[in-house]
């Protein structure tokens, strides 16, 4: 009434502008009303009728939740995600759908996105232990095993039997390499949920690693009987059963497995990797070529077929296998160690491919040079000389090794480029210059040629035994082993034997190591994961067989097969007592043939010892000679790149010290490196895959 009252005064103005000025007013006014009159029906609608609209907004939240665990089921991670994020912005209180955000992230391996969505859950629901659960396995794959540990403890307060939390508590033990208390937890845990599938499989993990086959065989056969047509328990029960050398019943039960849960990804690599190890190369070929067509990104079954082919000593075409694989992951190590290990043994010199591999390790190497990773450019550069040795890049290699302050090594290099037609006033000036700057250098003033007298004094064999298979790489033991032997080239104390990697049994490793005159022979294993490798190295004394060491090295990232190969190396060269020869003899002084590049230095003191007398002790790392046979000592009293000069004192009345005797480093006690620690990474990634 009053809005009709002042629309007819405004009417009756006679002044326009005015009236044009209260009209606009009006309009404003009017506007506002509708506006206020609209959100205090709204309010009344909501108060008045509430349930139906909040219940269809909870109805649709509800029904993408249940999606997504449809998806979830059918380990589609991705559209799960999608599901659940729909769920959580119709509905951003909900909980669940938010904790199950977290779980699909976690299963992709995105571990820092898992945390932050399971913390969002965590504050929506702070009593609900499954999702406290939830941030505990997140924060131990994120290795953030102190946080892990707080929070387990503060739940097992309040439920102390609660079985996701003891499940996670296990884990965390073995992510601190603690096997033995977590194979105790799983077992109390085993004896109060009789029926739990993944403890009984995760008991059954653990009592493998710790290398109790039959028992861990025991374990997983209770778990069949529980779980019968559980196509995960068959999977676990492959894997169990194929790492006792069981093969013909583990090919059963990934058969099995895939019988419950076709295209199961899982169980089809697993499948494969037994058929390869049961000397099935044929169908081990057709099932890689399936899962290549199912995902041609699927990097293991390209590195598993190019295996089979070159069993099958079809080496070109695995050539041709490998190198596509590399197109599609050029940063694939296995693909590659393999792939240039075939180029080396079955192409000549001059071939092109060889030009094409060894340019991308240069090319790698520069990378290195320019951030100043000296020792990972040094690698390259012999990985890619070792493919074609003929690469003008050599001057690159020779200039890192000057600037490393070896000149002689250096001068030989470019020689060595001479000698293969390169010329230019680059070559001749650094000849010339270095040639004169070494003219005073010691192995021209006592006139020996350090590339002749150069000696390598202890001789090691390394071996992989066939049936050590990894869970991703198969022969991945064998892989290793040939990037530790090519590592050990470069050892100036050490000589690795050419001979076979791949070995049967210890017994025929031990047999041939024996037969060729080893000293030592090194036993290389590998587990791995996804991201993480550890490689273990067990030494055996080639005379009797007896255990002398084991080295360990763990890393992750990228080029970790070689950071792990580098450690095992690095280890082994710091156990290996130094020795050499006693070259030349002037009255008082010795010249020998190792120097600042073995790591020599003034003031050492070596043993003197009769030619051939010094053996290998029969336990440990070590050589033992009588007194009768040490017949001088000497200290060193210069050094050079490649051998030192010492003065000498004779051992007892008479002077019995020749040259051709053996020098051997005096050590106050034996050094050898401890070895480093870390968990198995292949166990770990297998428990982890048990929260499904």
């Not at 039960?253 to 000397?279: I, K, M, P, T, W």
Request: proline fraction near 2%.
């Amino acid at each position: 009434m009053q809005i009709k009252i002042f629309t007819a005064r405004v009417h009756q103005t006679k002044d326009s502008q005015a009236h044009k000025r209260i009209k606009s007013i009006f309009k404003c006014l009017s506007a506002s009303l509708n506006l206020w009159f609209g959100c205090v029906f709204a309010v009344c609608l909501f108060a008045f009728f509430p349930e139906p609209i909040c219940a269809q907004v909870q109805s649709s939240a509800a029904a993408y939740y249940e999606q997504g665990r449809s998806f979830m089921a059918d380990e589609n991670w991705y559209s799960a995600i999608e599901s659940f994020l729909e769920c959580v912005r119709m509905n951003p209180a909900h909980a669940e759908g938010t904790a199950a955000i977290a779980e699909c992230y976690y299963e992709l391996a995105e571990f820092d996105e898992a945390l932050n969505w399971i913390r969002r859950a965590r504050q929506l629901a702070r009593t609900n232990m499954s999702v406290a659960n939830m941030e505990v396995f997140t924060l131990i794959a994120l290795g953030q095993l102190d946080a892990a540990s707080n929070l387990v403890t503060e739940i097992l307060a309040r439920e102390p039997y609660n079985r996701e939390t003891l499940f996670a508590a296990g884990e965390l033990d073995i992510a601190r390499n603690r096997p033995s208390e977590a194979l105790l937890r799983y077992r109390d845990a085993v004896r109060r949920y009789p029926d739990d599938r993944r403890l009984m499989i995760s008991l059954a993990l653990v009592t493998l690693s710790l290398g109790d086959g039959d028992t861990a065989v025991t374990y997983i056969n209770n778990a069949l009987t529980q779980h019968p047509g559980d196509y995960r328990v068959y999977y676990y029960a492959a894997y169990i059963y194929s790492m006792n050398n069981r093969l013909a019943d583990a090919i059963r039960y990934a058969e099995l497995a895939l019988h419950y849960r076709a295209g199961h990804e899982q169980s089809q690599s697993l499948l494969a990797v037994l058929r390869y190890r049961n000397g099935e190369y044929e169908e081990t070929i057709r099932l890689c070529d399936t899962a290549i067509a199912a995902n041609r990104n699927n990097m293991s079954a390209w590195y598993l077929k190019g295996l089979s082919l070159l069993r099958l000593g079809r080496n070109q075409e695995a050539i041709t296998v490998l190198s596509n694989a590399i197109a599609l992951n050029e940063n694939d190590e296995f693909i590659r160690a393999i792939l240039e290990e075939t180029l080396i043994s079955s192409t000549n010199l001059e071939d092109p491919r060889r030009v094409r591999w060894a340019a991308w390790h240069f090319n790698r190497a520069r990378s290195f040079r320019t951030r100043n990773l000296i020792d990972q450019a040094l690698f390259e550069y012999r990985r890619g000389l070792r493919l074609y040795p003929f690469a003008v890049d050599r001057l690159e290699y020779a200039q890192l090794l000057r600037m490393q302050g070896y000149p002689a090594r250096y001068l030989e290099e470019i020689r060595f480029l001479q000698d293969q037609g390169n010329t230019g006033r680059v070559y001749d000036d650094a000849v010339e210059t270095y040639s004169s700057l070494l003219s005073n250098a010691l192995f021209r003033q006592w006139q020996v040629n350090p590339v002749e007298v150069a000696q390598r004094h202890w001789k090691i064999a390394v071996f992989a035994i066939a049936g050590q298979s990894s869970f991703y790489h198969a022969d991945a033991g064998n892989v290793a082993a040939g990037v530790i032997r090519e590592l050990l080239v470069q050892d100036r104390n050490i000589q690795p034997m050419n001979m076979e990697s791949r070995q049967a049994t210890f017994s025929q490793g031990f047999r041939q190591a024996r037969e060729a005159g080893a000293d030592y022979f090194l036993l290389v294993s590998v587990t791995e994961s996804e991201r993480d490798i550890s490689i273990r190295g067990d030494l055996f004394i080639g005379r009797t067989g007896s255990p002398a060491g084991t080295f360990y090295t763990y890393r992750t990232g990228t080029d970790r097969l070689r950071d792990a190969s580098r450690g095992i190396v690095s280890q082994l060269a710091s156990s290996m007592p130094q020795r050499g020869t006693l070259l030349v003899r002037r009255q008082g002084q010795a010249l020998i043939n190792k120097g600042r590049a073995d790591g020599i230095r003034e003031e050492m003191t070596f043993d003197v010892v009769k030619r051939g007398r010094a053996q290998t002790a029969n336990e440990g790392i070590s050589l033992i000679y009588s007194d009768d046979e040490l017949v001088g000592r000497l200290v060193i009293t210069n050094v050079d790149e490649e051998i030192a000069i010492g003065s000498l004192s004779r051992n007892g009345f008479f002077d019995r010290i020749e040259p051709g005797d053996e020098v051997i480093l005096r050590t106050e006690s034996a050094q050898t490196p401890s070895a480093e620690s870390a968990a198995n990474p292949e166990l770990r990634a297998l428990l982890r895959t048990l929260r499904n």
